[in-house]
């Protein structure tokens, strides 16, 4: 009896082996590719990324203006442009693996044009006070293109 379980078990495993499963992050609204989220196009005010998501594309939400709030759910890349024109936005959430934002990311949003002074999104500045000197803040490692531009 030991001897057929055992062959059955064995049988069992070298035929899983041979399966190969196609696990897909994409749904209707999240069209990602490798791990880039390259557009959402639902409709809901509150956003959570996908877990597969590490980047977020260049214009991926761009003029969306249901959105009111993302949860980043470790994103660690923002494109260019990716938020940019979201005139709701104003609540990202679990951004603090991000370490990258590219040019013009949260243009013309409320979480960015409602705050003054230092803004920090993970380890990035996106929006620097300003003045004719700076000292950049502790936990800064890297500052976004255009950081001040007033």
């Known amino acids: 009896m030991k001897k057929i379980i055992s062959v059955i078990l064995t049988f069992a495993l070298a035929l899983m082996m041979l399966c190969t499963f196609t696990v897909s992050a994409e749904t209707p609204d999240f069209q990602v590719e490798n791990g880039t989220l390259l557009k959402y196009s639902g409709s809901d005010s509150k956003v959570t990324l996908p877990d597969s998501v590490y980047a977020v594309a260049d214009y991926a939400f761009y003029g969306n203006t249901k959105l009111t709030s993302v949860d980043l759910n470790g994103v660690i890349l923002i494109g260019n442009k990716a938020f940019s024109g979201c005139s709701n936005l104003d609540e990202i959430k679990n951004a603090d693996k991000v370490s990258s934002v590219g040019s013009f990311a949260f243009e013309n949003t409320p ?36 950081c001040f531009l007033s």
């Open 111 to 146: 979480y960015l044009n409602s705050k003054s002074g230092n803004v920090i999104l993970g380890s990035v500045l996106l929006m620097g006070a300003s003045g004719e000197t700076y000292t950049v803040p502790k936990g800064v490692k890297s500052i976004a293109p255009y």
